[in-house]
């Protein structure tokens, strides 16, 4: 039976967009098709639009917030020059159809996922996949999860693993209604000691292109990682929680990251 693979991504202009890019042109040059990409509005749990940054202005305070809006405002300004601003671009570049919607429940979209095609859905999105798009025929739900599932379930893994001196990881996934539970494709834990959760994350996006081709091939063959982690679940931070993230040595980004951008941009 055909294959087509689609791309679910928030409208990230920094981390999501660039990695999308990589990932696009990774996946082509091992002759994978990309059918389409679609692109939801920017979401952090239940926040949206203005809420998100002044949630990170609120949590890890105004140092932090300026700090990691430079590091914002350098990323697009790389991406004007390459002429990559949006994800408009990035399909005008790849000759690959960008659909903008509002929800899952975007009737296009589930006429897509609908048809006898095998579909695999690599998604980047905090937007919850409703149970009936999970369950329908042919379609396949690969997460990206910047832990060592099933620990540290939820957003912003590395302050919990921070906190609990645990290891770094990375985990691709199938998705189930069970949140960061499904099935692992791939795993490895990171042996590097991470300078603050910007360096993490620069390294992690930075191998996620690779890793979700691993994915892809490891599913093709019906191969799965066995779990061999304790789970653990946890909501979004709160400042209490970044108190002690901060009281246990932690950094949310470091001057040094500056000259590491590039890591997700090349």
Known sequence: MEKEINIIVD????????TTLRLVTLLEKNNFHINS??????????????????WYLRIFGFYNFVKMSIFY???????F??????FNDLGFRKRIKINKITSFNDEN?????????IKYNLIFTN????????????NFFINKHASLLPSFQGLMPYIRTKIANSFNGISIHLVTEKIDIGRILFQIKF????????????DVFNKTPKHILESIKNLENNFFYRPKYKASKFSLPNKADFNKFCECGGNIINIKDFNNINKIIN
């Open 191 to 202: 042996k590097k000691d991470y300078q603050s959760m910007i360096d993490f994350y620069l």
């Open 127 to 138: 937007h919850i996949i409703p149970s009936k798009i999970l369950n329908l025929r042919n």
């Open 37 to 54: 990409i679609w692109v939801l509005p920017n979401k952090l749990s239940k926040l949206k639009g203005l809420r998100i940054s002044l």
């Open 11 to 18: 409208d990230d202009k920094c981390w999501l967009l660039n």
């Open 109 to 117: 979209f589930l006429k897509l996922l609908k048809n006898k095609k």
């Open 81 to 86: 020059n390459r002429k990559i601003f949006d």
């Open 73 to 79: 405002l350098i990323v697009l300004f790389k991406n």
